[in-house]
C-alpha cells in the first residue's frame, strides 16, 4: 500500500497541479481579456487622451469581453504631427505602424485625405447619422475622405477680468479690440507654426476681413503683444498670472481657465460675427495595424455617451470621472440639451449658424496652410521686435502690409511644396524685411 504511505505528498501534489491549473487559466483568461494595441496619434492633451481613452476601454470590455491597451502619439502639436506622418509615409508608403489621427483641426486631415493616407468610407453611415455634414460653410465629416469631426472647436477671446478692471483696459468684443492702442503690451499671441488651432484664428481673421485688412489686423495684435509662445496652451499661464490681460484661444482652453479660476477673474467671448465653429476630426491611416479595433474606437467616439463626455463637468452622470473636456458636441441633440448645471460650455453652435453673414472656407484655409504659416512666422513672429515698434509707422510700414496681394501670393502657393523654391522666396521676404525694418 505504496500509495497509503505517500497519501499527504500524493495530495499535496494534486493541490498543487490544481492551483498550477487555476493560475493557468487565470492566465489565459488575462491575456483574453487584453486586446490589441491601438496605436493613436494625436495632439490633445493628458484629459481627453485618459478621459476618453478609459471611457472607450470600458465600453469596448462590455460589448467585446476585451480592451484594447492604447498607445497614445505625439510629435509636440497639430503641425508636427502632420509632418511626422509625412516623412513616415514617404519611407513606408503602406503603413506606418499607427492606426488612428485624431484631433487637430481639419487642414491636416484634408491634406492627408488628398494625398489618399486615410480609409476613405470607415465608417457605417449609421455611426454617423443625425451628425450633420456642413456648419456655416465648414465641413463636419467627409465620408468619402475618411474624416470625421469628433468634437466642435470655437475660438475667440480669452481675458483677465481682474487685471482689466486694475488697469482700466477696454472689456474685448471683436478681434479689433486686440487691435486697440490702448491694449500695447497687454496682449499674449502664439506662433502659429506651432498651434493648428492658433493658424486657424489668423485664418479666420483673414477671410473675415480679407487678406489685406486681415493681415493689417493681425499685425496691430502683434505690435500689442508682449508674447509669441510656440503652443496654444503656454498663453494660459500668462493669463493666469495676470501677466498678460488678452489673448486668443481655442475654446476648450478658455472654459478650462474659467472652470479653474471663476468667471468672475476670468472671461471668453467669441467675436460676434467674426468667428467660427470647426471640427476636431478623427481618422483611420492608411495600413491601420488593427483596422478592427480602429473603427470602433471612431464610433465610440461619435457615439452619444462619448459626445456626453465632450461636454458634461466632471462628475456629472455621464461625464468625465476628473477632468471637464469643455469641448462642443458634433451632434445636435447633445448640444440642445446643455445647461449652466451640467456644462461649461456656452452657446448651441447648430441653433446659432443662420446669423453668420459670412461663411469660412476650409479648403482655403487646408490649401495655403504652409504658405500662411511662413508668411506670418517671419513677417510677425521672428521679427516680434520690429512688429512690437511698428506701430508708429502704421499703417504705411512694411510689416502692416503682406508679402504680396492674395493673387500674388496664390500664384507662389502653386509651387510652395517645392522646399528649393519656398526656401529661396522665404529668403527673399526676410532680405527684403530687414532692409526695410533697419
Not at 255 to 263: H, M, N, R, T, Y
Request: aromatic residues 10%; charged residues 20%.
Amino acid at each position: 500500500m505504496a500509495w497509503k504511505k505517500n497519501r499527504p505528498l500524493l495530495v499535496f501534489t494534486g493541490c498543487l497541479a490544481f492551483l498550477c491549473a487555476l493560475g493557468g487559466w487565470h492566465f489565459l483568461a488575462d491575456g483574453i481579456a487584453t486586446g490589441p494595441t491601438l496605436v493613436i496619434l494625436t495632439p490633445h492633451g493628458d484629459n481627453i487622451r485618459q478621459e476618453i481613452g478609459a471611457a472607450f476601454q470600458a465600453w469596448h470590455l462590455a460589448r467585446f469581453g476585451a480592451a484594447p491597451e492604447l498607445v497614445w502619439v505625439d510629435q509636440g502639436g497639430t503641425s508636427e504631427d502632420l509632418r511626422y506622418v509625412e516623412a513616415r509615409y514617404a519611407k513606408t508608403p503602406a503603413g506606418i505602424g499607427i492606426d488612428l489621427f485624431f484631433g487637430g483641426g481639419t487642414p491636416p486631415f484634408r491634406t492627408l485625405a488628398r494625398d489618399t493616407l486615410l480609409v476613405p468610407h470607415a465608417l457605417s453611415p449609421a455611426v454617423w447619422a443625425g451628425i450633420p455634414a456642413t456648419l456655416a460653410g465648414s465641413r463636419i465629416l467627409s465620408d468619402a475622405e475618411g474624416w470625421y469631426g469628433s468634437a466642435l472647436s470655437g475660438f475667440g477671446i480669452l481675458y483677465n477680468k481682474t487685471l482689466l478692471a486694475e488697469k482700466n483696459l477696454p472689456p474685448p468684443d471683436s478681434w479689433e479690440a486686440l487691435a486697440d492702442p490702448r491694449c500695447a503690451g497687454w496682449v499674449a499671441m502664439i506662433d502659429p507654426r506651432g498651434s493648428g488651432s492658433a493658424h486657424v484664428i489668423y485664418e479666420i481673421i483673414l477671410q473675415r476681413y480679407g487678406w489685406e485688412a486681415g493681415w493689417r489686423l493681425l499685425t496691430g495684435m502683434a505690435a500689442n503683444s508682449e508674447h509669441f509662445t510656440k503652443g496654444a496652451s503656454a498663453v494660459l499661464p500668462l493669463i493666469s498670472a495676470g501677466e498678460s490681460a488678452y489673448t486668443v484661444a481655442i475654446d476648450q482652453y478658455a472654459w478650462s481657465l474659467v472652470e479653474k479660476l471663476g468667471s468672475d477673474k476670468v472671461g471668453f467671448v467669441l467675436p460676434p460675427g467674426a468667428s467660427v465653429t470647426t471640427p476636431d476630426p478623427i481618422a483611420m491611416l492608411k495600413g491601420a495595424p488593427h483596422p478592427e479595433a480602429a473603427r470602433r474606437f471612431m464610433e465610440f467616439v461619435l457615439s452619444e455617451p462619448c459626445q456626453r463626455l465632450w461636454v458634461l463637468k466632471a462628475g456629472v452622470p455621464g461625464g468625465p470621472k476628473a477632468q471637464s473636456l469643455n469641448r462642443m458636441s458634433v451632434r445636435p441633440s447633445v448640444a440642445a440639451r446643455l445647461d449652466t448645471a451640467i456644462s461649461f460650455v456656452r452657446g448651441d453652435p447648430f441653433s446659432e449658424a443662420d446669423s453668420m453673414a459670412w461663411r469660412y472656407s476650409d479648403s482655403l484655409t487646408e490649401s495655403r496652410w504652409a504658405l500662411v504659416n511662413d508668411a506670418l512666422g517671419l513677417w510677425l513672429v521672428d521679427n516680434h521686435a520690429a512688429a512690437r515698434g511698428s506701430r508708429a509707422v502704421a499703417p504705411d510700414g512694411p510689416l502692416f502690409r503682406p508679402p504680396g496681394t492674395w493673387e500674388e501670393m496664390r500664384a507662389l502657393n502653386g509651387n510652395w511644396k517645392d522646399d528649393a523654391f519656398r526656401n529661396r522666396t522665404v529668403g527673399a521676404w526676410a532680405a527684403r524685411l530687414g532692409q526695410a525694418t533697419r
